[in-house]
């Protein structure tokens, strides 16, 4: 009874909003997301992001998507290695979870260190990061660098795999450029070093951000592992995870650069694939409030660093509404949070007064 229930409500739903969904889906999406012995209840997830997945920041996000697994930036395991004190990229709320700290390094036995400390902080998983295309990783072995070296990439799992009683993950893209996609091979390497679960973006290095995301290479790894498959890269809109989920036969979608500025999608998502309903997209009013929560938040938790950190997410919140290009050259360039309060308010009052 309650499976026809389900599929009535997202019928009913089609009817409406024309987001065909097929039955396959509704049924996975009707189950929670298990990685190995850690049950979540949401199959979207949000993206680990330099820079961005801050504490303040998954606070927003966790408002609208109480129950999707968070990640922290990704943290360097040298850098635990030398220094006396944790670096504040690895504080989690204790009511954050499910929550995971995400790692990135190219020696096992600095990984597995790092691992052990991470679960001491209240890590619910373990995430391997090798899918950062960034120069000044990949130089020096880590992040995507590894797609090149599959058996050193091994024994970093096989290290933290044994070095910590927490499922271990994988994040990667699908090879280095278009004359070495190694993915398939790639995935089943990680799989079988002890992976519970491997997110997919599905471009290569060189693409970095560019191009649209090759989804048919994460059908082609979930067709081959047995273990979650999550794919990630152009998940910017409910129809979009949709598609995401029919194409690649995935077991949940991350979503990254469609969260900045906008820490609602995670949410909408969410909603949609728990309820097959629609929730309201926030209006730019409510999108600049947040923007001051924002702003409030990192001057709270950083000081006068979290200030200037908070320039590039206000001018992510400023589109899609009149004014928003002059707004967003102006909060580029605050120096306190007065100055960002100002602008931030006068621009709501402008839209309530014209809208």
């Known amino acids: 009874m309650i499976q026809k229930k389900t599929k009535t409500r997202y019928q009913m739903n089609q009817n409406k909003t024309m987001l065909p969904i097929?039955?396959?889906?509704?049924?996975?999406?009707?189950?929670?997301?298990?990685?190995?012995?850690?049950?979540?209840k949401s199959r979207v997830l949000q993206s680990p992001l330099s820079g961005v997945t801050d504490l303040v920041f998954r606070r927003l996000v966790r408002r609208y998507s109480p129950n999707s697994m968070m990640y922290t930036e990704m943290v360097s395991a040298t850098e635990i290695h030398h220094l006396k004190q944790l670096p504040k990229l690895m504080e989690i709320d204790s009511n954050e979870q499910p929550i995971s700290i995400q790692l990135f390094d190219c020696r096992p036995d600095f990984m597995a260190e790092a691992a052990q400390k991470a679960v001491e902080e209240g890590a619910e998983t373990i995430d391997i990061h090798m899918g950062c295309p960034v120069n000044k990783i990949t130089k020096k072995g880590g992040g995507s660098s590894l797609l090149r070296q599959p058996e050193t990439a091994k024994k970093i799992v096989n290290e933290v795999v044994k070095a910590v009683e927490v499922p271990v993950t994988v994040k990667t893209r699908i090879?280095?450029?278009?004359?070495?996609?190694?993915?398939?091979?790639?995935?089943?390497?990680?799989?079988?070093?002890?992976?519970s679960m491997l997110t997919i973006h599905g471009r290569t290095r060189a693409q970095g951000y560019t191009g649209n995301a090759r989804w048919e290479w994460i059908k082609k790894v979930k067709e081959i592992l047995t273990i979650p498959v999550i794919a990630n890269g152009d998940i910017f809109s409910i129809e979009a995870a949709i598609n995401c989920l029919e194409i690649t036969?995935?077991?949940?979608?991350?979503?990254?650069?469609?969260?900045l500025g906008y820490p609602f999608l995670v949410g909408e998502i969410d909603h949609f694939f728990q309820t097959g309903n629609i929730r309201s997209k926030p209006t730019p009013i409510q999108r600049?409030?947040?923007?001051?929560?924002?702003?409030?938040?990192?001057?709270?938790?950083?000081?006068?660093?979290?200030?200037?950190?908070?320039?590039?997410?206000?001018?992510?919140?400023c589109k899609g509404f009149p004014g928003a290009s002059e707004l967003r050259d102006n909060v580029s360039r605050i120096e306190t949070v007065e100055q960002g309060y100002e602008l931030l308010d006068k621009a709501i009052e402008l839209l309530i007064i014209n809208y």
């Open 175 to 195: 090879g280095w450029n278009d004359n070495e996609i190694n993915i398939l091979d790639f995935a089943k390497k990680m799989e079988d070093s002890g992976a």
């Open 249 to 259: 036969g995935a077991d949940g979608v991350m979503c990254s650069r469609g969260t």
């Open 22 to 40: 097929s039955s396959h889906l509704q049924e996975k999406l009707s189950v929670p997301l298990k990685i190995a012995s850690v049950e979540v």
């Open 288 to 317: 600049l409030e947040c923007a001051k929560e924002h702003l409030q938040g990192l001057w709270e938790y950083k000081g006068k660093r979290g200030i200037y950190q908070a320039r590039k997410h206000l001018s992510w919140y």
